[in-house]
């Protein structure tokens, strides 16, 4: 009996796996914000959660575009404040840009080029970071961010 070879997992794969992860993630923990929070920040010079939402979206949208080869915009850096004005509008252009870049990433190559998977890395550290500074807030509002439920 001839047994399968099993195709171990990609790095390219994997980035992506953890690429959508990590905005499921950020998406439910801007979930546990009532919308009376979106406004929220702890200090005046810090951006608020609605701030921080949008301007990771919008760094999504320009990981998607890159992944495309389409020019991508990087002088806004978030979304129009005057277009994603609600808590859903904002966690929905959240979780579509994070779909959006996903899907980029996932066609038409079989894998990422290196200076993509570059690129990957470098905006899911940026996502993270603003993911922990999200918690912070969250901490700072007596919210329990979801991961540390139990």
């Known amino acids: ?15 992506i796996a953890r690429w959508e ?34 301007h990771v979206a919008f760094w ?11 020019k991508a915009d990087d002088s806004a850096n978030e979304l129009p404040k005057e277009q994603f004005t609600t808590k859903k509008k ?24 290196p200076e993509l998977a570059e690129m990957v890395v470098m905006f899911l550290e940026h996502t993270c970071e603003h993911y922990g500074q999200l918690v912070v807030y969250a901490r700072l509002n007596g919210i329990v961010p979801p991961t540390s439920k139990g």
Not at 60 to 70: P, Q, T, W
Not at 91 to 108: C, E, G, H, M, W
């Open 1 to 15: 009996m001839a047994s399968k070879a099993i195709q171990p997992e990609t790095i390219s794969a994997k980035l």
């Open 21 to 54: 992860e990590t905005g499921k993630k950020i998406a439910a923990l801007a979930e546990e914000f009532p919308e009376t929070k979106f406004s929220y920040r702890p200090v005046e010079e810090a951006r608020s959660v609605a701030e921080v939402l949008r």
């Open 60 to 70: 999504n949208l320009y990981v998607a575009n890159s992944a495309r080869g389409e």
């Open 90 to 113: 904002i966690v929905d252009a959240l979780r579509q840009s994070t779909a959006n870049a996903t899907a980029a990433l996932q066609n038409p190559k079989p894998s990422l080029s």
